[in-house]
């Protein structure tokens, strides 16, 4: 294997990504595991041994990497590391949605990729991953299907609550009115999705968009961004991976140009 | 905190003294934390250090003193209410507490649930027996600058001398007539209080002491132009915070002092911050003492404050009374006309103040705005998403928060600060 040059580490809510990088700036290596409570434990068996001149970790845990690495390790934001990650797997991108664990970002870039302006949600974790994750519980489906499922339902049925709780509620009493219940999964995905498409207005959506973070890999999700949005997204080959990718794209930068100066 | 000493006087003001130990405790730690951990700081912020460790001792104190001989204390919250007139019929014009969590539970009996964290704030503090100030009041005197406040007042009277002035929300020459009215009707207001007529010349001074601390203030705000910023945002913040406790003479002989200090480090062109530190312009709602949330989360995530566009910030210094009336009625049409002049978020349009933010930042040679907007305050909320627009237009990055006093969000709170912060510096290049 080529030498690794930078790592790149992205510690979100639910799960943690790993992506290094040669002195090509190629992805030679990657890596996920799920969070969990036990962040540092989980980071530790990420890393496996890796190490590498140059880390940048972003996230909700960037701060715990360097207590793991023991060298010293940059950190940036999930916005920063997008917009990094968006450069490298689709340099056209001019917005990106980011829906992952317990985050929602919308990010709009200029023709070089710098970040123009930002929209994050609120406190709440409503209309993220965790919500549809929750749902998903409900209607004992594993997360990973329910996208499938819902894009079994048809339109007419709403979800107006956008608490995890009140949405329940009301996807139970729907169920008890006898509506399918794939029809009440396409309303939940529909309620989360109008509250993205609104995002994405905020900062002011420009094509191409980039759909990236774990509930990119949901069919129904992406069907009905594209519906609300009019804009059909990019769907990179490995969504949970942008924010690392970005992360490794950083290091690597800071490795090339501390690279020249020693030459 | 000589605590001991104020144990009496906590204790006939009837606070509630275990709670109030624990809010003082709270507010200590809270301070060395976000304050005395600073690097480079200016001397003469001992002062300042000075007047808030003991912001519920010596100055109650003085307030109880004062009273002892007569004088009368009024309490405010909002900075429409003519200090000029207070000062006057020699009166003590104080802010009252509103910047941190307090008795919530008990003011959600007063109010809704869903009102601002300041109103909840002041509302609580008086029911969990908690603020001196209020404690010490011998009116408190309210205004209509939103529903909020206006209806908030109502349930307030109940547990305090209270006084509402009518604030117009718009800025015709009916209105100022209604704002004149009010200006005189809270002159013989005062002056039935204290027992004292308002003088030509007892306005006229305190014209110029209201006047003097305004001054003092902007030359403090035109320092903050200078790069690398001379002063933390944070210390700036409480100079405005302090404003609105200390004895106003002393507060101006203070800050100039401090400002002579400011002046030199600029002449030397040293700073709290290296000179490519983005520098950041707060504007929004005003934050409170000790509401120091938004500007330790700002100046931790690798920025500079270079200035408030707040009601505790330039939105109560930028502009002055006209000094050269010289009968009462003159020296009551320049307070009228200088009160009006405030670009509060409760009047309609309120085009000047989109004007007067970009202004500010330019001035200040901000690279961003920070908008700072207090959970469920209409007034704001609606102009934040007009000045968003307005700021876009200019070419001005902006970044909108809404808050507001509790912690739990500080975590997401760092998240989009240090990103609009890593934004700027991109930009920069």
């Not at chain 1, 434990?41 to 207590?67: F, N």
């Not at chain 1, 900062?203 to 519906?227: D, I, S, Y």
Request: aromatic share 6%; proline share 4%; with cysteine.
């Amino acid at each position: 294997m080529a030498e690794i040059v930078a790592l790149g580490i992205d510690v979100g809510s639910r799960s943690m990504e790993l992506v290094a990088l040669d002195a090509q700036a190629a992805v030679v290596d990657s890596a996920r595991l799920p969070t969990t409570f036990h962040p540092v434990a989980q980071l530790a068996a990420l890393l496996a041994g890796r190490t590498a001149p140059m880390v940048t970790a972003t996230g909700y845990g960037r701060e715990l990497v360097g207590q793991v690495v023991g060298s010293e390790v940059a950190t940036i934001t999930e916005i920063t590391a997008y917009a990094l990650g968006a450069a490298v797997s689709a340099p056209r991108a001019r917005t990106i949605l980011d829906i992952g664990g317990q985050d929602t970002k919308a990010i709009r870039l200029d023709a070089q990729g710098q970040v123009l302006k930002f929209e994050m949600n609120d406190r709440c974790a409503a209309g993220t991953g965790k919500f549809l994750e929750h749902m998903a519980t409900v209607f004992q489906i594993p997360v990973e299907e329910f996208g499938v499922f819902a894009l079994g339902g048809r339109e007419g049925v709403r979800i107006n609550a956008m608490c995890t709780v009140f949405a329940e509620t009301e996807a139970t009493s729907l169920m008890a009115q006898g509506h399918r219940p794939e029809d009440i999964a396409w309303a939940l995905h529909a309620s989360v999705c109008q509250r993205t498409a609104s995002m994405l207005g905020r900062v002011g959506l420009t094509p191409p968009l980039l759909f990236a973070g774990g509930v990119a890999r949901n069919p129904c999700m992406v069907r009905l961004v594209e519906k609300l949005t009019g804009v059909s997204p990019i769907i990179p080959e490995d969504p949970d991976t942008v924010g690392a990718l970005g992360a490794a794209y950083h290091a690597w930068r800071r490795w090339a140009s501390s690279a020249q100066s020693a030459s | 905190m000589q605590h001991d000493a104020y144990r009496a006087m906590w204790e006939r003001l009837d606070l509630d003294l275990p709670a109030h130990d624990g809010l003082l405790q709270v507010l200590g730690k809270f301070y060395g934390d976000i304050y005395m951990s600073q690097q480079g700081r200016l001397q003469g912020m001992e002062y300042l250090d000075f007047v808030l460790s003991e912001v519920h001792g010596l100055r109650i104190q003085e307030l109880q003193d004062a009273k002892a001989q007569g004088r009368k204390v009024i309490g405010t919250f909002c900075v429409f209410v003519p200090e000029e007139i207070t000062l006057a019929a020699g009166a003590i014009h104080v802010g009252l507490c509103s910047g941190a969590e307090a008795g919530t539970e008990l003011a959600e009996q007063l109010v809704p649930r869903n009102t601002c964290a300041l109103i909840k704030s002041f509302i609580g503090f008086k029911l969990a027996k908690l603020c001196p100030f209020t404690q010490s009041c011998d009116l408190v005197v309210g205004e209509t600058t939103c529903d909020g406040k206006k209806k908030a007042y109502e349930a307030f009277a109940e547990h305090v001398p209270m006084l509402v002035l009518e604030v117009p929300q718009q800025k015709r020459a009916c209105d100022r007539e209604l704002w004149k009215a009010e200006v005189l009707r809270y002159k013989a207001e005062v002056e039935a209080l204290t027992g004292q007529t308002i003088t030509a010349q007892s306005l006229a001074a305190a014209i110029r002491t209201v006047n003097a601390r305004r001054r003092v203030l902007q030359r403090l705000g035109a320092l903050r132009a200078a790069s690398p910023a001379p002063i933390s945002g944070r210390d700036a913040l409480l100079i405005n915070q302090v404003s609105f406790y200390d004895d106003p003479e002393r507060f101006t002989g203070a800050i100039s002092t401090l400002c002579d200090q400011m002046e030199a480090r600029v002449a030397a062109g040293e700073g709290v911050a290296p000179a490519d530190t983005p520098r950041l312009l707060l504007s929004g709602c005003p934050m409170a003492v000790p509401n120091w949330k938004l500007p330790y989360v700002v100046e931790s995530a690798g920025a500079v404050i270079v200035g408030e566009e707040s009601c505790i910030g330039t939105r109560n210094t930028r502009d002055l009374v006209d000094e050269s009336g010289t009968t009462v009625e003159e020296m009551i049409d320049a307070i009228v006309d200088r009160y009006l002049r405030i670009d509060c978020a409760c009047f309609t349009p309120n085009s000047e103040r989109m004007d007067n933010v970009v202004d500010l930042a330019r001035a200040q040679k901000a690279d961003g705005v920070l908008q700072y907007t207090l959970l469920f305050c209409q007034p704001y909320g609606h102009e934040s998403m007009k000045l968003a627009r307005r700021l876009e237009a200019e070419g001005i990055p902006n970044l909108a928060i809404e808050t507001d006093y509790s912690m739990e969000d500080v975590e997401q709170l760092k998240t989009r600060v240090e990103a609009f912060v890593e934004m700027l510096r991109s930009r920069r290049g």
